[in-house]
């Protein structure tokens, strides 16, 4: 593709050298470029693409794009009030617009994006819907799997999978929509069939300062949704406290979905075992029967999230139940651990005061005796939410293990004495562990028939970050271990009676 065509849409306040030029790719990190490629300088977090030019014109960089004045010989270059919302406009155009040709729909909220975007492609693929996936776990396109670092990617990459879901046959895309996402103008530009709000609980409280930062980033994505006119509509969560202030801000039509209020969608005839869960989605017009592998209340708010959905795009109810039949357990989302044991484990991903506090209510229901906790607080984040993530562990479990979780460049037990309060302040019993897999084997060690162990935290991740190392950790995969460990230890001691 020609620059100056690729250009032409972007704002910019001036361009220099041959416009002529043929651009084969683009990148925005210096160690991507190749010979042909348009580098976009864009300033991080931690680094500023502007320090790499030099590296990204020795690796072959045709054109640069960049916020500073620059004079480069032989090389175009095209000043930009903004990289990264230049990006998004350069990364659309150079994969020919094909979020203009899928159903996109965005889902935001502090916790349950994950789930809903699962719980709407299995049932949009039960109606024959090809649907594509984007979020914390991975790129999902039919059985195919990318690794993502992010939980909504940078644009470039974000139009590049577009492109690759057209190609693959998709006609819908279900993607997590971040705080993150929002806030670095990731996802600028795209016109989304429908946005859904799980809910909003303190997270990201190091990027967004407040609560109200917080929501107002949320809300970013309820202003991107494609007019009444060609289909766009918004699901809001009615029991949630935010829901009024978001509803007042859509220019959409809207479903509300939730049990305690009368919302357009509501679930009555619950039942939940380890087995999974029941209930029927109602609304004015319909009954739906759901059955599915996941359990939890939350799980019922995400699954309410996603009939609100697939019914607004005119999905039969019928379909809609079988999707959710055929929905498999999302890695490290309330994940049952089964060796065999007498006792439950479950893994999940709950990082946050509100997630943390769902689980274990939903545990403590499930529990017939002790409820044991392990979880830790990463490193690098919001330090307010430590001490409420301990209380929330001691009021709903018999024993605690505090932990760490992803401590990145603080030291653990710092962390772990910032926790420590509010574990204190309902005086059960609770355990120091920082190394997190001697805190798993302990927790199991602990366990008797009927109890039930919940390691919280990192769910689906298969690393521990700390300050000079990454390391390979599965809490599942330490799980089974300890349970492994546990079993032998039984029938060793059993032979020698």
């Known amino acids: 593709m020609k620059l100056s065509n690729l250009i032409s ?16 790719s683009i990148a925005y990190d210096s160690r991507k470029v190749e010979a042909g490629c348009l580098f976009v300088a864009m300033r991080g977090v931690n680094t500023d693409g502007h320090q790499y030019i030099k590296a990204a014109i020795e690796k072959g960089a045709t054109a640069i794009i960049a916020e500073n004045d620059l004079i480069l010989e032989n090389i175009p ?90 190609e693959a046959g998709c006609k819908a895309v279900a993607m997590e929509v971040s705080s993150h996402g929002l806030h670095y ?13 799980t809910n909003l609980t303190q997270d990201h409280l190091d990027l967004h ?82 059955r599915m592998k996941p359990i939890g209340t939350f799980n019922i708010y995400n699954a309410l999230a996603a009939v609100a959905t697939c019914l607004k795009m005119n999905v039969p109810p019928v379909a809609i139940s079988r999707g959710f039949s055929n929905l498999p357990v999302v890695r490290g989302r ?39 906790v392990v979880f830790g607080c990463g490193g690098d984040r919001d330090r307010t939410k430590r ?46 562990e920082p190394d997190r897999r001697t805190a798993i084997f302990r927790a199991i060690e602990s366990a008797k028939a009927g109890d039930l162990v919940v390691i919280a935290g990192k769910g689906h991740e298969t690393y521990q970050i700390f300050k000079d190392k ?4 599965d809490d599942a995969e330490v799980a089974r271990e300890a349970i492994g460990a546990l079993a032998e230890s039984s029938a060793t001691g059993a032979g020698q009676v």
Not at 9 to 20: F, P, T
Not at 85 to 108: Q, R, S
Not at 470 to 473: A, G, L, S
Request: aromatic share 8%; net charge negative; with cysteine.
């Open 387 to 432: 001490p409420i993530m301990g209380e929330h562990a001691a009021e709903f479990g018999d024993l605690v293990i505090i932990t760490s979780d992803n401590p990145r460049t603080e030291d653990p037990v710092s962390i772990i004495n910032e926790i420590r309060p509010g574990v204190e302040k309902n005086g059960r019993d609770y355990v120091i």
């Open 209 to 290: 300062h407040d609560l109200e930062q917080y929501f107002d980033a949320k809300k970013k994505l309820f202003d991107m949704i494609k007019p009444e006119e060609e289909g766009g509509f918004a699901i809001v969560n009615s029991d949630d406290w935010k829901v009024q202030e978001l509803v007042s801000h859509l220019k959409v039509p809207y479903l509300s979905y939730g049990i305690y209020r009368r919302p357009d969608v509501r679930a009555r005839n619950i039942k939940m075992s380890f087995a999974g869960t029941s209930f029927v989605a109602e609304s004015d017009r319909w009954d739906i029967p759901i």
């Open 9 to 24: 849409n972007i704002e910019k306040s001036d361009a220099r050298g041959d416009l002529s030029r043929d651009i084969t």
């Open 470 to 473: 990454t390391i390979h950790f």
């Open 77 to 166: 270059v095209i000043k930009v009030p903004d990289s990264r919302a230049a990006l998004a406009k350069l990364a659309e155009c150079f994969y020919g617009y094909p979020a203009e040709e899928l159903d996109i729909i965005g889902v935001t909220g502090t916790n349950g994006k994950t789930s809903v975007t699962h719980m709407i492609a299995e049932a949009l693929g039960a109606n024959g819907i090809k649907t594509g996936i984007i979020g914390t776990l991975y790129v999902k396109i039919g059985n195919k799997i990318y690794p993502t670092n992010n939980t909504t990617p940078e644009s470039l990459e974000l139009q590049m999978y577009f492109s690759k879901m057209l």
């Open 334 to 372: 309330f994940e049952t651990i089964d060796e065999g044991q007498s006792f439950g484990v479950v893994v999940d991903y709950a990082h946050t005061p509100d997630g943390l506090k769902k689980i274990l209510e939903t545990a403590r229901e499930l529990t017939q005796r002790k409820l044991i």
């Open 185 to 197: 103008n990731r996802v600028n530009g795209i016109k989304f069939r429908a946005g859904v709000f």
